[in-house]
């Protein structure tokens, strides 16, 4: 068999060569490039690992910033020398207050409380003193923090913000509020939908390491897949879910007794919850019940109350607690609504 000889000349042996080195180059240059990416990625991994090495578990970090800088933020924000120990319980979309252990049977008022926002990116310092407030809280719990408006109505500005107790002015911030049992739990909270079709989204921090009680708020447009702007139970919803939406509750869960369990109705989230009951043949007009201790309405005392106490959360100091393991949960606002006939 013939043997194939390729002839070149030097020219086109230059070229060739030339052509070689130029690949060999880059292909250098190619591994020079991940050669410091990849050294870059590992830097970024020690000084990050470092970084929260040396966080402390369990503290808030504000304004978006790192935790050595919100630690910064606290102390223009909370006189360690005036803390206000406090309990608190989320009932549906207010936050309330107590000094002692949240009782219903011994309800101990800590006076006015004030929202402040924190204002970390000016030059000055400046407090938000439009406040919330609740007061009388030894008579009823008909008032609480809310934790999306202000007192005028308006939907609350995205930050972040901090409960005071009594008076605030620009130049004394008062006793900041401090959980006193030790909680390490967030609650996330949403409001029903405004008419540009945002939401307020209140983020709780109830954590133990922190220097004060910490409340997130942003705004956004849709709600967790397990979040609901009302739960309506019963067998005869339909009316009452039309009345609800006409009233801008958008997302409505509405099911029988029968196709849900008191553990599946816990872990769903609302900050309104309705049974719908036709007990009283006679009635004439629509009744609505709910707990006689938030003074939101009529109460009554029968099996229906059970309802009500299971799923008004922390609120009541009791309820499902003892099967779910989870004493401080948020409840639900919740009624009993009864059928005219």
Do not use: W
């Amino acid at each position: 068999m013939a043997e194939e000889i390729t002839e070149f000349n030097d020219e086109e042996l230059t070229r060739k060569l030339k052509a070689k080195r130029r690949i060999r180059g880059a292909l250098i240059v190619v591994n020079f490039v991940l050669f410091g990416y990849l050294a870059y990625q590992i830097g970024a991994s020690v000084v990050n690992l470092v970084r929260t090495a040396n966080e402390v578990e369990g503290v808030v970090k504000l304004e978006g910033k790192t935790q050595k800088d919100s630690l910064k933020i606290y102390k223009n924000y909370v006189d360690q020398n005036k803390i206000c120990n406090a309990d608190f319980a989320i009932y549906g979309d207010k936050i309330y207050f107590t000094s002692n252990n949240f009782n219903k049977e011994d309800i101990k008022s800590i006076g006015n409380v004030q929202l402040i926002k924190i204002e970390s990116n000016k030059s000055d310092t400046i407090i938000e003193r439009d406040s919330l407030f609740y007061d009388n809280i030894e008579n009823s719990l008909s008032y609480g923090v809310s934790l999306f408006k202000d007192k005028n109505n308006n939907r609350l500005k995205k930050g972040d913000y901090l409960f005071y107790h009594d008076y605030v002015s620009p130049n004394e911030y008062g006793e900041v509020i401090k959980v006193t049992n030790q909680l390490n739990m967030k609650y996330e909270m949403y409001s029903l939908k405004g008419d540009d079709g945002q939401r307020v989204k209140a983020t709780i921090y109830a954590y133990k390491n922190n220097p004060a009680l910490v409340m997130n708020i942003d705004h956004v447009t849709t709600l967790p897949d397990d979040c609901y702007d009302a739960i309506i139970i019963g067998d005869n919803t339909e009316k009452i879910v039309r009345e609800y939406e006409a009233k801008g509750f958008e997302k409505i869960l509405a099911k029988s007794e029968s196709e849900i369990t008191d553990k599946e109705l816990f872990s769903l989230q609302t900050n309104e919850l309705i049974k719908v009951i036709d007990d009283n043949k006679e009635n004439d007009e629509r009744i609505i019940y709910s707990s006689n201790l938030l003074d939101d309405g009529l109460s009554k005392f029968d099996e229906d109350d059970q309802f009500i106490i299971s799923n008004a959360g922390y609120a009541m100091s009791r309820g499902l607690e003892y099967e779910f393991n989870n004493e401080h949960y948020a409840g639900k606002l919740t009624y009993i609504i009864d059928l005219e006939n």
